[in-house]
């Protein structure tokens, strides 16, 4: 068992040290991360907050990356190496936007954004039909720094954080792994 594991992980890592099929899990992997984070919160009712949104991102990136990089394999193989080598740092930059999240969830630190529902509102020459808005509004805003679901303690951003610096290093060695084709 132990030897047949060995094999097909050597066997994957050869089949995409090939930028074009590199191309394609950068696609695929992109896809089936948002189809998760839709499910959650479409099917499983977890509502997400301004920086669960901005983690998207970087999803969506990459999927338009990993396409222009897979249709520039066959005649331009180093822009398709450039393509991808951009699609890792934009999975680091979502690894930072993911442990800002973590940080936040945490109480490492503090950001006072209206957008992330902290519960502060400035009262400084507002009306009470202004100050009652503000709360009304902020009611429905999702909170930044709260975590909706967690597994093993793991919250999704921290699951986030992990999988996006894995992303990264898992394209950064297969690319240093073989000269382009």
Known sequence: MKNFIKNF?????EYFQAPKHLAVAVI??????????YIAQ??????P???CIYQRVPYFINIALGTLAFMAV???????????LIAALVFFAGAIVAVFHVGLQQQWWEWFSSSCGTGIIPTDGLSIEKIREAITQQSTVV?????S???FGISLAGY???FSVELTLGILYLLGKKKPE
């Open 74 to 84: 066959s005649k331009h193989p180093r822009s398709a190496i450039v393509l991808l």
């Open 143 to 147: 909170r930044c720094d709260k975590v």
């Open 42 to 47: 479409y099917v499983f009712c977890l509502e």
């Open 160 to 162: 986030n954080y992990m």
């Open 9 to 13: 992980i050597k066997y994957l890592i």
């Open 149 to 151: 679901w967690r597994l």
């Open 28 to 37: 695929a992997v992109s896809i089936v991360s948002l189809i998760f984070a």
């Open 49 to 51: 907050c301004i920086l």
